[in-house]
């Protein structure tokens, strides 16, 4: 034991060993001695036998270790960010093998502990019941080298005081509940805070939800209130479009005002501000006002002025609340802006998409700022109280919450996100090409030089590339053979209802995602009844271009004489998509650090 352990404690040392205490709340202990004997007669255990003086012994080397502990953690967060990468190196794995060391006097105890658990001596019927302890057998499951799938409901506890804490927000070892906290999912959320904010990740904290939606309804029900204005772009997905007017703005609900500004600029963005301003200024001299974005958007692929319209609602008090799910990571982190107006305050993503990749679990997540998102009770920070944190407000309470299995998936899927998404830009960039150059297709991508969205992308998209979504309309076809071309691209393309899987996707957004919208709005939004959404995926582009082909020959030819015969010939097509193939891969390659400055 340090020295300073054999004598009176600082404050703040006693402090951090009570927290080890299992009367925590209600100890009287001045020094580590009294805490031990504290500790043995809480259980009972007599100090003067073999086993409480050994128990003794090393509980009160847990104390003094506690403290330490303490001290290496706030000496890390002070000198980390001055140390050179090696320094760095040395220190993680100084303290992997720390974690070896704590685990293996923990994985030491199993067997005493599980010997006098079964010493109880439960009948049969009682011991099938209760099934395995499990604290005897998951130890060594820490070291996974994947997160752990913790299909559990409930949790064990350690006693009455630690429990009670927990239900505070004060002890995050104990997780009480699956509902609220689940080993899988919290990685998870720590993964995606890394991703998302980069060097600002301590700044950051994400809860994961059951759905993109719910995700979407967290983040809008933390912040708005009774009466209030919600700012938003013109261009959104159908179900959140659906969400703001059928429940947010409903009167017998909450009866907000949604306001619409068009275009992608801050410009415009201020420009619709300043008519909200003047038309609703009675109603926010009573109310607050807040502003939803989605960039880049669906069903078009655009990307929106992020920086410059946060940067514009932060000088004027409003909070911005930004749906990044098409974007993902891979092509824009504006959690990683460097000056902080011109973040958002809370991200959103619908982890279905292209974070998982493949289709094969529904989730999403809010990210914010730590003060924005949790503080245990009776805690405020940055202005904040803790009841005002999207977890005490909303989280705790709604209970949509992500199980093990889906965040497993969404874990597994988010590794291979780098690769995908390139792979999906450039076929994006290929196909908008190929359909653009046929006189009777209008596209609607950023990938295109003279698309209105084009500058945009390239300043504020990582490698200024597109977003793998984008729209087409087909105006000069016949409904009946718009119809049966867009029924003949299957397999090729699928017929299916989403975005950001592995397969491209194609949908008539008036008829399914944005069907909510009445036919003006669909109209305002640049939606047809001939428009098609293509969701890219990372096929060969050839096989793409060749299916178009092949569709276009038999299904419009016949009513529309010479159709097919205004594609790019196939010799330039092939130079066309050697070309943006070497070139965003250079770029890519490019993009990196060199290895002197990693």
């Keep these: 034991m340090d020295s300073d352990m054999n004598n009176v404690p600082s404050e703040q040392d006693l402090r951090i060993m009570r927290s080890l205490s299992p009367k925590r709340k209600s100890t009287e202990a001045a020094d580590v001695d009294a805490l031990v004997a504290e500790q043995l007669a809480h259980y009972q255990i007599g100090p003067h036998s073999d086993y409480g003086q050994l128990l003794a012994r090393v509980v009160s080397r847990l104390y003094a270790c506690s403290v330490d502990l303490d001290r290496l953690w706030r000496i890390t967060i002070d000198t980390i960010d001055s140390l050179d990468r090696s320094d760095r190196v040395a220190y993680f794995n100084a303290k992997k093998f720390l974690s070896f060391q704590i685990a293996k006097l923990l994985d030491t105890l199993q067997n005493p502990l599980r010997r006098t658990y079964q010493s109880l001596g439960y009948s049969l019927s009682t011991q099938s019941a209760k099934g395995p302890y499990a604290l005897f057998d998951n130890v060594s499951a820490i070291f996974s080298a994947t997160p752990v799938i913790a299909r559990t409901a409930t949790y064990v506890y350690a006693c009455a005081e630690w429990v009670a804490d927990a239900f505070q927000g004060k002890e995050f070892l104990e997780q009480i509940y699956s509902r609220l906290l689940n080993p899988t999912s919290l990685s998870l959320a720590n993964y995606i805070v890394d991703l998302e904010a980069g060097p600002y990740a301590r700044e950051y904290l994400a809860w994961n939800f059951n759905s993109g939606m719910a995700a979407i309804d ?47 600029t801050a410009r415009e963005f201020a420009a619709c501000w300043g008519r909200v301003e003047q038309r609703l200024a009675e109603r926010l001299a009573h109310r607050q006002a807040y502003v939803y974005l989605e960039s880049p958007c669906n069903p078009q692929g655009y990307v929106l002025d992020v920086p410059g319209i946060c940067k514009f609602a932060h000088a004027r008090g409003l909070k911005v609340l930004l749906d990044a799910t098409v974007g993902t990571p891979f092509l824009s982190r504006p959690f990683q802006r460097h000056d902080p107006q011109e973040r958002p305050d809370f991200v959103i ?58 965040a497993f998936e969404v874990l597994q899927g988010i590794r291979t996100l780098d690769v995908r998404m390139l792979t999906k830009c450039i076929n994006t960039i290929i196909l908008a090409r190929f359909l653009a150059a046929h006189s009777d297709i209008t596209v609607h991508c950023a990938a295109l030089a003279d698309d209105p969205n084009h500058d945009l992308c390239r300043e504020l998209m990582f490698l200024g590339l597109p977003a793998p979504l984008f729209t087409i309309d087909m105006p000069t076809l016949p409904r009946q053979t718009f119809q049966r071309f867009f029924d003949s691209l299957d397999p090729t393309f699928a017929h299916m209802i989403s975005l950001g899987q592995s397969n491209t996707i194609v949908s008539c957004p008036g008829l399914t995602t944005h069907s909510e919208l009445d036919e003006q709005s669909q109209r305002d939004a640049g939606i047809s009844p001939a428009t098609i959404r293509l969701a890219v995926g990372d096929e060969d582009a050839r096989d793409l271009l060749a299916h178009l082909t092949a569709a276009a020959r038999s299904c419009i030819d016949p009513d529309v004489p010479g159709f097919s015969s205004r594609w790019l010939k196939s010799s330039d097509a092939d130079r066309m998509i050697r070309d943006v193939y070497l070139d965003v891969h250079r770029r890519y390659i490019q993009s990196k650090l060199p290895l002197d400055g990693a």
């Design 218 to 264: 967290a983040a809008l029900s933390h912040v708005l209130g009774q009466g209030d204005v919600l700012v938003t772009a013109r261009s959104m997905y159908g179900g959140a479009h659906q969400l703001i007017y059928d429940w947010y703005a409903k009167p017998a609900n909450l009866g907000i005002v949604v306001e619409h500004f068009d275009g992608f």
């Design 349 to 406: 993503h619908s982890y279905t998409k292209d974070l998982t990749g493949t289709g094969s679990a529904i989730a999403g997540v809010v990210i914010g700022r730590n003060e924005d998102m949790f503080l245990p009770k009776g805690q405020s920070a940055a202005g904040r109280s803790w009841e005002q944190t999207l977890f005490w407000n909303v989280y705790y309470v709604k209970g949509a919450f992500l199980n093990a299995d889906a």
